[in-house]
C-alpha cells in the first residue's frame, strides 16, 4: 500500500407532480432540477393559483450536477477527483466468445457510459434507479487483461507491459477473485449513480462475457470536511500526500503512454494495478497512537512527517533524536514507498476503501481497494511493492488477498468506442 492518493444529496420535490415522472423527460433534462416545488400561489391565491402558475426548478446540489465527459484523451476515473462510491468488476468472455463478441460489447459499452455519465438513461430497458439523479461524476472506465489477447487472437497487440506481475512474498491471492479478460472500474459521488452503472454494465454484457469478481467500495463524500483535504484511509492514516499532481511536468509521462508507443493502440493510455489489500484493523487498533506513526513515518493527525514541518513538508530522512535513533524509522512506510528512495518510480494511486462485513471470527473484512496508474508498471508499481516486501513496517498489519493488471487505451474519440483501434486495428 504504497503512499500517495486515497480519499479525495438528495433533494425531495414537494409538487404533487415531479418532473421526473412526466414521459419523455430524460434524465440529461433533469441536469439543472432535482425536482418542482409546485406550490405557486398567485394573488387570487387557492388552487386556482396553482393551477395556473408553472412548476418553479430547484436546482441539484452541486454533488448531483457535476458531469465528466466520456470522450476525453485519456479514459476518464483516472485524473478525475476520488469519488465517494465505487465498483471494480472483471469480466470473461464467455466460451465461443472471440474478437467480434468483443467489439460489439465495447461498442455497446461505451455508448452506454457516455450516455449515463451525461446525465441520461442507459437505454431503452433503463431500470430508472438513478432517475431523479445528476451524473454525480459518474466515471466508466475500461481496461483488458493479458488473457484478453489469446481468448481474441490478438497476442501480438498485447504489449509487454502487460506481463503477469512478479511473485511478492507477502501476496496471499485469491485466485477466482484475480485477473480476467475485462476490467471495468465505476465511480460517482452517489450511490444509487454508481449502482446503476454497475447495473447497466452487466446487463450490456449479455451472452458475451461473465462477472468473474466484483468489489464495491467508497471514500470521504465532497463536501464533508471544512475545507478539501487528503483523505483518510480506515487506519485512520492520511493517504495521499505525496500522489504524484497533474500540474508536475513529468505527470504525463510518469501516469500515461506516450503516442509514439508500440503497440499503437496504447497510445494515451495507461496501466492500472488493482490489489485487494485487508487491513488487519483489529491488530492495528491495538498499536499505541506513537507507534502507529512510527509504522507510517508520519503524524496521524496532519500527516506531516516524523521530522517535522507540514503534510507537504520533504521528509529528512537523515534526522535522528536526541539518542542518535533516526526519527523517521528505516522500515517506516513513508520512507520506503518515497519515489526518491525507489529510483523515481511513481504511481497515480485512486483507490476505494471497502468493508465487506464481519468474518465469522468476528474480525472486520475491510481494507483498501487499491488501484494505482503508470505508463509502466515494471517502472511504476513493481520497484516499489519489491521494496515493501523486503522490509515494510506496515506489512504484519496488511495482507494482499486479490491482484489483477490491465491495459487502459486512450480515451475514445467522438464516434468510436473504447478499445476500437485494438479490436478493429
Same mark, same amino acid.
Given at each position: 500500500?504504497?503512499?500517495? +492518493?486515497?480519499?479525495?444529496?438528495?433533494?425531495?420535490?414537494?409538487?404533487?407532480?415531479?418532473?421526473?415522472?412526466?414521459?419523455?423527460?430524460?434524465?440529461?433534462?433533469?441536469?439543472?432540477?432535482?425536482?418542482?416545488?409546485?406550490?405557486?400561489?398567485?394573488?387570487?391565491?387557492?388552487?386556482?393559483?396553482?393551477?395556473?402558475?408553472?412548476?418553479?426548478?430547484?436546482?441539484?446540489? %452541486?454533488?448531483?450536477?457535476?458531469?465528466?465527459?466520456?470522450?476525453?484523451?485519456?479514459?476518464?476515473?483516472?485524473?478525475?477527483?476520488?469519488?465517494?462510491?465505487?465498483?471494480?468488476?472483471?469480466? !470473461?468472455?464467455?466460451?465461443?466468445?472471440?474478437?467480434?463478441?468483443?467489439?460489439?460489447?465495447?461498442?455497446?459499452?461505451?455508448?452506454? @457510459?457516455?450516455?449515463?455519465?451525461?446525465?441520461?438513461?442507459?437505454? %431503452?430497458?433503463?431500470?430508472?434507479?438513478?432517475?431523479?439523479?445528476?451524473?454525480?461524476?459518474?466515471?466508466?472506465?475500461?481496461?483488458?487483461?493479458?488473457?484478453?489477447?489469446?481468448?481474441?487472437?490478438?497476442?501480438?497487440?498485447?504489449?509487454?507491459?502487460? !506481463?503477469?506481475?512478479?511473485?511478492? +512474498?507477502?501476496?496471499?491471492?485469491?485466485?477466482?477473485? +484475480?485477473?480476467?479478460?475485462?476490467?471495468?472500474?465505476?465511480?460517482?459521488?452517489?450511490? *444509487?449513480?454508481?449502482?446503476? @452503472?454497475?447495473?447497466?454494465?452487466?446487463?450490456?454484457?449479455?451472452?458475451?462475457?461473465?462477472?468473474?469478481?466484483?468489489?464495491?467500495?467508497?471514500?470521504?463524500?465532497?463536501?464533508?470536511?471544512?475545507?478539501?483535504?487528503?483523505?483518510?484511509?480506515?487506519?485512520?492514516? *492520511?493517504?495521499?500526500?505525496?500522489?504524484?499532481?497533474?500540474?508536475?511536468?513529468?505527470?504525463?509521462?510518469?501516469?500515461?503512454?506516450? +503516442? %509514439?508507443?508500440?503497440?499503437?493502440?496504447?497510445?494515451?493510455?495507461?496501466?492500472?494495478?488493482?490489489?485487494?489489500?485487508?487491513?488487519?484493523? !483489529?491488530?492495528?487498533?491495538? *498499536?499505541?497512537?506513537?507507534?502507529?506513526?512510527?509504522?507510517?513515518?508520519?503524524?496521524?493527525?496532519?500527516?506531516?512527517?516524523?521530522?517535522?514541518?507540514?503534510?507537504?513538508?520533504?521528509?529528512?530522512?537523515?534526522?535522528?533524536?536526541?539518542?542518535?535513533? *533516526?526519527?523517521?524509522?528505516?522500515?517506516?512506510?513513508?520512507?520506503?514507498?518515497?519515489?526518491?528512495?525507489?529510483?523515481?518510480?511513481?504511481?497515480?494511486?485512486?483507490?476505494?476503501?471497502?468493508? !465487506?462485513?464481519?468474518?465469522?471470527?468476528?474480525?472486520?473484512?475491510?481494507?483498501?481497494?487499491?488501484?494505482?496508474?503508470?505508463?509502466?508498471?515494471?517502472?511504476?508499481?513493481?520497484?516499489?511493492?519489491?521494496?515493501?516486501?523486503?522490509?515494510? @513496517?506496515?506489512?504484519?498489519?496488511?495482507?494482499?488477498?486479490? %491482484?489483477?493488471?490491465?491495459?487502459?487505451?486512450?480515451?475514445?474519440?467522438?464516434?468510436?468506442?473504447?478499445?476500437?483501434?485494438?479490436?478493429?486495428?
Amino acid at each position: 500500500m504504497a503512499e500517495q +492518493s486515497l480519499p479525495v444529496a438528495d433533494q425531495d420535490a414537494s409538487a404533487e407532480e415531479k418532473p421526473s415522472s412526466r414521459p419523455g423527460v430524460s434524465r440529461r433534462a433533469l441536469l439543472g432540477t432535482a425536482g418542482a416545488t409546485g406550490l405557486v400561489f398567485g394573488a387570487a391565491g387557492g388552487a386556482a393559483g396553482y393551477a395556473a402558475a408553472p412548476a418553479a426548478a430547484t436546482p441539484l446540489t %452541486s454533488v448531483g450536477s457535476t458531469e465528466v465527459m466520456f470522450h476525453v484523451k485519456h479514459q476518464p476515473g483516472i485524473t478525475d477527483g476520488l469519488q465517494a462510491r465505487g465498483h471494480l468488476v472483471a469480466f !470473461d468472455l464467455t466460451p465461443g466468445a472471440g474478437r467480434k463478441e468483443a467489439a460489439a460489447l465495447l461498442r455497446r459499452w461505451s455508448e452506454t @457510459a457516455r450516455r449515463l455519465m451525461a446525465g441520461e438513461p442507459s437505454g %431503452s430497458d433503463d431500470t430508472d434507479v438513478a432517475r431523479d439523479a445528476g451524473p454525480s461524476s459518474l466515471t466508466v472506465t475500461f481496461g483488458f487483461g493479458h488473457s484478453f489477447f489469446s481468448r481474441t487472437g490478438l497476442e501480438k497487440q498485447r504489449p509487454v507491459a502487460l !506481463d503477469p506481475l512478479p511473485d511478492f +512474498s507477502s501476496d496471499q491471492l485469491d485466485k477466482s477473485r +484475480s485477473d480476467g479478460d475485462l476490467w471495468v472500474q465505476i465511480g460517482a459521488n452517489d450511490a *444509487l449513480v454508481a449502482f446503476h @452503472a454497475l447495473r447497466a454494465i452487466q446487463k450490456d454484457a449479455g451472452s458475451a462475457a461473465r462477472v468473474r469478481w466484483q468489489m464495491n467500495g467508497f471514500n470521504r463524500t465532497p463536501g464533508a470536511t471544512a475545507h478539501p483535504m487528503t483523505a483518510r484511509n480506515l487506519m485512520g492514516q *492520511l493517504d495521499g500526500t505525496r500522489n504524484p499532481k497533474p500540474s508536475e511536468p513529468d505527470f504525463d509521462k510518469r501516469i500515461f503512454v506516450p +503516442s %509514439s508507443a508500440t503497440p499503437s493502440w496504447m497510445a494515451n493510455g495507461s496501466y492500472a494495478v488493482v490489489r485487494r489489500i485487508r487491513m488487519l484493523l !483489529d491488530d492495528w487498533e491495538k *498499536l499505541s497512537l506513537g507507534a502507529q506513526e512510527a509504522v507510517i513515518g508520519r503524524r496521524k493527525a496532519n500527516g506531516a512527517a516524523l521530522s517535522g514541518g507540514g503534510e507537504t513538508t520533504a521528509m529528512d530522512l537523515e534526522k535522528t533524536d536526541a539518542k542518535g535513533d *533516526l526519527v523517521v524509522p528505516i522500515n517506516a512506510h513513508a520512507r520506503i514507498t518515497r519515489p526518491d528512495q525507489n529510483g523515481g518510480a511513481a504511481m497515480l494511486r485512486r483507490p476505494f476503501s471497502f468493508h !465487506d462485513g464481519i468474518d465469522a471470527d468476528g474480525v472486520p473484512d475491510a481494507g483498501l481497494l487499491f488501484v494505482c496508474w503508470q505508463a509502466d508498471p515494471l517502472r511504476g508499481f513493481v520497484p516499489v511493492q519489491r521494496k515493501l516486501d523486503r522490509g515494510d @513496517a506496515l506489512s504484519q498489519f496488511i495482507r494482499h488477498e486479490s %491482484s489483477g493488471l490491465f491495459a487502459v487505451p486512450g480515451g475514445a474519440a467522438r464516434g468510436e468506442y473504447v478499445g476500437q483501434r485494438l479490436l478493429e486495428g
